[in-house]
Structure formats: structure tokens, C-alpha cells
């Protein structure tokens, strides 16, 4: 069983690579298309797949502290929504206010 373990790590790394090389967007892929990347990966099964993942994609930086927030938030952390609620609550308490009228 263990005689097969090279076999299998090998198809798995060329299989990641593959799929992660599919996956990428054009404009992050360097160096050559994402065509010849496939064909690389392919072909050279040891080789092709460390290469794209070593020079093939564009990483993100490592270490770099903590990433900025540029998607979703949830609604207690979005300061704006909050500020939403409170205006629509005060906007229900005016109203309230004139249709009870002066007592």
C-alpha cells in the first residue's frame, strides 16, 4: 500500500493545481496564459503543478497584519446600518408623537 502513497501525492498536487490554475481569474495569472499554464500542468506532472503554484498566480502578500475589510459586513459591526436603525427609530417616535397630539 505504501508503494502507491508517491503516485497518489503526485496526482493529488496535479489535480490542485489544475483546478486552482482553472479557477483563477485571467488578470492574476503571470507570466504566460492560463492555456499554456493547463498545458504545463498537465504534461509535466511533477514539475508543472509546483511551478504554478510557486510563479504561476499572483499570492497575497504573507504576514502583512490583519486584511482590511472591503466586502460584507455583518449588521452589528456595519456602523451605517446602526446609524440607520437609530434614524428610523427616532423618525416612528416623531410620528408617534403627532398623532397622540397635545393632551
Known amino acids: 500500500m505504501l508503494r502507491y502513497l508517491p503516485f497518489l501525492l503526485i496526482l493529488a498536487l496535479t489535480i490542485y493545481a489544475f483546478i486552482d490554475?482553472?479557477?483563477?481569474?485571467?488578470?492574476?495569472?503571470?507570466?504566460?496564459?492560463?492555456?499554456?499554464?493547463?498545458?504545463?500542468?498537465?504534461?509535466?506532472?511533477?514539475?508543472?503543478?509546483?511551478?504554478?503554484l510557486f510563479a504561476g498566480k499572483d499570492r497575497a502578500a504573507a504576514g502583512g497584519g490583519r486584511a482590511r475589510r472591503t466586502q460584507w459586513v455583518a449588521p452589528d459591526d456595519n456602523p451605517e446600518f446602526l446609524k440607520s436603525l437609530r434614524d428610523e427609530q427616532e423618525k416612528k417616535n416623531k410620528d408617534q408623537d403627532k398623532d397622540q397630539g397635545p393632551s
Open 21 to 52: 490554475c482553472l479557477n483563477t481569474p485571467e488578470p492574476e495569472v503571470k507570466h504566460l496564459p492560463k492555456v499554456v499554464w493547463v498545458i504545463i500542468i498537465l504534461l509535466f506532472s511533477i514539475v508543472g503543478p509546483v511551478v504554478w
